[in-house]
């Protein structure tokens, strides 16, 4: 999974407006049921977040994709001052892209 370049794309979302930070702004966003929307989730939250995020995106089946950063990082992607535990893109288009490469490296 190439986690620079999807970090990329998160930034580029954020910076259209088309990210949405914070779990229970994912959570909300995943309850819509809306094509085209994938999570992304920091790799240090807490298990009860994991768990929440994990559960609402395989019942509503939005891809979830479990990065290789802290919530720091993720956090200044999306141009916050403050750690992300998750992020929901909301671009298709970028989502697509994000998609892509996390099929790219999968053995």
Request: net charge positive.
């Amino acid at each position: 999974m190439e986690t620079n370049k999807i970090l990329s794309y998160l930034g580029l979302a954020a910076a259209s407006r088309t990210a949405v930070t914070g779990t229970e702004l994912v959570l909300s966003e995943v309850r819509r049921g809306k094509k085209g929307v994938c999570v992304l989730m920091s790799s240090d939250v807490s298990e009860r977040t994991a768990k929440q995020i994990t559960d609402k995106c395989t019942f509503y089946k939005v891809p979830l994709i479990k990065l290789a950063c802290d919530m720091y990082e993720v956090g200044k992607r999306t141009g916050k001052k403050h750690p992300v535990a998750a992020a929901a893109v909301t671009n298709p288009s970028l989502t697509r892209q994000i998609l892509k490469c996390t099929e790219d490296n999968e053995v």
